[in-house]
Nanobody, 117 residues
Framework: VQLQASGGGLVQAGGSLRLSCAAS????????MAWYRQAPGKQRERVAR???????NYADSVKGRFTISRDNAKNAVYLQMNSLIPEDTAVYFC????????????WGQGTQVTVSS
């Protein structure tokens, strides 16, 4: 199973980007899908997470600007990022977690987001 993330890039402050992540292979039923980010010299932090039923929670720093969504049929997760600020600059990683029988955690390879001021 591999997670392929895409959609990163360079954008000016105030702009928008949409990240996508899709799983290939037999991944089973995923309970949680999330996006994390890691800026240079900082620890990886969770940006947003969504559960099977579609409920979502966000880091305080991105509330009201980012929206996470998922497509269960495609085993895909998305992150719409609006009103970007330079502090959002980081490598963004998608994450999928299967709990219960045969628990597993999967990570994407990371996609760079750079916000210029």
């Amino acid at each position: 199973v591999q997670l392929q993330a895409s959609g990163g890039g360079l954008v000016q402050a105030g702009g928008s980007l949409r990240l996508s992540c899709a799983a290939s292979g037999s991944i089973g039923s995923i309970d949680f899908m999330a996006w994390y980010r890691q800026a240079p010299g900082k620890q990886r932090e969770r940006v947003a997470r969504t559960s099977t039923g579609g409920s979502a929670n966000y880091a305080d720093s991105v509330k009201g600007r980012f929206t996470i969504s998922r497509d269960n049929a495609k085993n895909a997760v998305y992150l719409q990022m609006n009103s970007l600020i330079p502090e959002d600059t980081a490598v963004y990683f998608c994450n999928m977690v299967r709990s219960g029988y045969r628990p597993a955690t999967y990570w994407g390879q990371g996609t760079q987001v750079t916000v210029s001021s």
